[in-house]
Structure formats: C-alpha cells, structure tokens
Nanobody
Framework: QVQLVESGGALVQAGGSLRLSCAASGRTFSTYVTAWFRQAPRKEREFVAVISWSGGSTVYADSVNGRFTISRDNAKNTVDLQMNSLKPEDTATYYC?????????????????WGQGTQVTVSS
C-alpha cells in the first residue's frame, strides 16, 4: 500500500509557472511507475505525464509536451511536475497516481493508487 499527497497547486496568471509535487509513503515507491492526471470541471480525467520507476523514461500528453516536465527523486519519495507557459485550459485538479510494473500506461484505469489532488487555476 502506498499513500500519495500532492502539493503546489495555486492560482497563477497565464504564461506563468508552477511546480507540483507528489510525496509518497512506503519504501517501495521507487519501484512504482508514477503519473500525473488532471480533471477540469465537467470533464473526464485526462492523462498529463508519466515517468518510469527509474526516471529514465517519460511520456507526455500532446497538450503539455514541451511545457511540462515530470521528474522524480526516489531518495525523497517524490515526483514533481514542473509546469511552464501555463494556459487557462490547464486549469484543473491535478492528481498523481502510481502502479507497479514497467509499462508507462496513460489510462487512469491502470493506476490503483491515487492522491487527493491539488487545484491549479490559470487566469487569463
């Protein structure tokens, strides 16, 4: 079992930056694939980015590629999401999620463990 806590969400102007962090409990965190998803009001949860357990492989949604960067520090049990050039359409609640294994799944149904989310609001 792993517990996840997201932080770093805030209100920011368009063009600004934020850094989200996902802190995990459990000594096995370094073996988990970790992903970020987001959900805007009245919309389905969507994939944002995923990172392998080693940090050596990443995948991004087309909508954030080139603007967002996912990274991890297994010694600190954290996975961060650096978000630059933010747009109003990035407004959402951001969730981190983990799964065991090596595959970098982009479907939320493949992730059994989730945090409670952190709110990001981008004003125009």
């Amino acid at each position: 079992q792993v517990q996840l806590v997201e932080s770093g969400g805030a209100l920011v102007q368009a063009g600004g930056s934020l850094r989200l962090s996902c802190a995990a409990s459990g000594r096995t965190f370094s073996t988990y694939v970790t992903a970020w998803f987001r959900q805007a009001p009245r919309k389905e949860r969507e994939f944002v980015a995923v990172i392998s357990w080693s940090g050596g492989s990443t995948v991004y949604a087309d909508s954030v590629n080139g603007r967002f960067t996912i990274s991890r520090d297994n010694a600190k049990n954290t996975v961060d999401l650096q978000m630059n050039s933010l747009k109003p359409e990035d407004t959402a609640t951001y969730y981190c999620a983990v799964r065991s294994g090596d595959d970098l799944w982009t479907m939320s149904s493949q992730y059994p463990y989730w945090g409670q989310g952190t709110q990001v609001t981008v004003s125009s």
